[in-house]
């Protein structure tokens, strides 16, 4: 398994507030907005993204992080094995990712993903 990208994803109540700041005036473009989610970047190889959402998807907590991976279900299996806690999935995402959500050693509630 290895790493393929990982997303920072910022909770707030009003995810329009993004625009001015990170489009207008950083220019990073808008990739995704599904209306509680909204992803700015840019359409050259970065691996970087800010995302703003209200919830996490599928009524979830927002998380602190997302991590894409090449395989979701044997990180789910590692993590599992070894004790830290899964707090939501694995789930296959009417967005095309499958995904789970798990505490790191600090608290942070981490978005474990892969793209189907």
Do not use: C
């Given at each position: ?35 509680w ?55 296959d ?8 959500y ?15």
């Amino acid at each position: 398994m290895k790493v393929r990208r990982i997303v920072t994803n910022f909770a707030t109540a009003d995810i329009t507030l993004a625009k001015s700041f990170y489009h207008d005036i950083l220019g990073l473009e808008l990739l995704m907005d599904h209306g509680w989610i909204a992803t700015y970047g840019s359409p050259d190889e970065m691996g970087i993204q800010i995302s703003f959402a209200s919830q996490g998807g599928s009524n979830t907590t927002t998380p602190d992080l997302s991590i894409e991976v090449d395989d979701v279900d044997e990180a789910y299996v590692r993590m599992k094995e070894s004790g830290f806690q899964i707090e939501y999935g694995p789930a296959d995402e009417p967005w095309g990712v499958r995904r789970f959500y798990v505490r790191d050693p600090f608290g942070k509630l981490i978005n474990i993903l892969a793209h189907h």
